[in-house]
């Protein structure tokens, strides 16, 4: 995979470690694509192939996805009419299911699905109108977060129960119908940008019909990752990283892009007040620390600041007392933007095609020194330890920006 470097000129620097993810065993063979749904994850962070394509259409790799829990919920109106999307109300939650399907690829990474029928009544005659979104995750994260599906199909938000995102999936589903039954016809022509399924029933008024679903999630969080060379292990006793402004709440319907369908958080009333810790290390092997988490999407923003936390008189100030940790913002001096195919899938706001900066999108923003997040982007920060914890602005760390991780990439700062 190519990838691209840029190099900022920082007063002090933030942390985190590139997480590596664990590739499942071969497992079953899988099904044809239209008769699953499939968890389309990121690249494994090893033995990966350079990508071909720069296709935009959707991320171009399959690749390891954590999740192993799966929740399908069901908004439907019977109408023959299209009105609003708000008309689609809340039905019901399909009880939820196990991800255990996997099958490796030739390039190393791991595809992971499952099957799902679903039964349901047909309206006769007026027909009826369905929209399915799925949600994946982790069952170990399952407490990280609340569901609200809310009363129709616009309304559903996801809150996180802490600061702290766990790794999710997320994603519309449909029938398949394939073959289509007696008697149905079907509309599929509001899927691509509303994701429902319309169907119009002749014939036979309250025909009950089981169809299976497919569908594709993609990863709705970031991830920063921040690693650390040269920790000077006799001063250092551990690091930790705060963000102002972190995201708690997000929007299960919206255009944050083509393939994430979701709305990111642009409101400060969504998000934790105060400093929030994201990330601690104090352990140090080979004189490195590594820290990694996740965020939700958002347009607002988040300040970030390194502490280091020194051992017990190791470090003075100047009357002679101990100091135990010193703070250092992270103020990279340029903005740094994903431009072209990068930035084409990260809308703002709901179905509108305006940018975020026109035609470019900020991953920072130099003019008010915040970092802002987008599904399924990760962002790299590393360097010694002299350059993150700098008393001046002649240093510089590096910063890797990989948009839907496993893509190529061209980052430029302006």
């Not at 929209?131 to 407490?143: C, F, I, Q, V």
Request: negative net charge; proline residues 4%.
């Amino acid at each position: 995979m190519k990838r691209s470097f840029i190099h900022i000129i920082c007063l002090g620097m933030l942390v985190a470690s590139c997480a590596t993810e664990d590739v499942a065993d071969e497992g079953v063979s899988r099904a044809e694509a239209e008769d699953v749904v499939t968890i389309v994850g990121g690249r494994p962070d090893a033995a990966l192939m350079a990508v071909q394509s720069r296709a935009v259409s959707e991320p171009s790799l399959y690749g390891v996805a954590k999740a192993d829990k799966m929740l399908i919920w069901v908004y439907t109106k019977n109408q023959y009419a299209w009105g609003n999307v708000e008309d689609l109300v809340y039905k019901e939650t399909l009880p939820e299911m196990d991800v255990v399907n996997t099958q490796q690829q030739a390039n190393g990474s791991i595809d992971r699905w499952v099957k799902r029928d679903y039964t349901f009544t047909a309206n006769g005659a007026t027909g009826t109108h369905f929209a399915m979104p799925a949600l994946a995750y982790s069952e170990a994260d399952k407490s990280l977060f609340a569901l609200n599906t809310g009363s129709n199909y616009t309304a559903a938000t996801l809150s996180l129960t802490t600061t702290q995102a766990p790794e999710m999936y997320f994603g519309r589903t449909r029938f398949t119908f394939n073959p289509v039954p007696t008697l149905i016809t079907v509309y599929d022509e509001k899927w691509e940008s509303d994701g429902w399924t319309y169907y119009y029933k002749t014939g036979l008024a309250n025909a009950n019909y089981t169809q299976p679903m497919s569908g594709k999630l993609y990863r709705i969080v970031s991830q920063v990752n921040v690693s650390i060379a040269d920790v000077p292990t006799d001063i250092v006793e551990r690091f930790e990283v705060f963000a102002a402004d972190v995201p708690t709440k997000l929007y299960l319907y919206g255009n944050h892009g083509k393939w994430y369908p979701v709305r990111a958080t642009t409101s400060s009333a969504d998000c934790a007040a105060g400093a929030t810790l994201m990330a601690a290390a104090s352990t140090f092997a080979e004189g490195e620390a590594h820290m990694s988490w996740f965020m939700l999407p958002s347009e607002v923003g988040s300040t970030m600041t390194l502490r280091i936390h020194y051992v017990a008189g190791a470090v003075k100030d100047g009357s002679g007392n101990d100091v135990a940790y010193r703070d250092f913002p992270l103020r990279p001096v340029k903005s740094a933007l994903m431009t072209g195919d990068d930035a084409e899938c990260y809308y703002n706001g709901v179905q509108t095609a305006t940018l975020k900066n026109g035609t470019d999108v900020y991953v920072y923003n130099s003019s008010n020194n915040r970092f802002y997040s987008y599904a399924n982007v990760r962002v790299n920060i590393t360097g010694k330890y002299e350059n993150f914890a700098a008393e001046t602005q002649d240093v510089s760390v590096t910063l890797e920006v990989e948009p839907s991780y496993e893509r190529e990439h061209t980052i430029t700062i302006n």
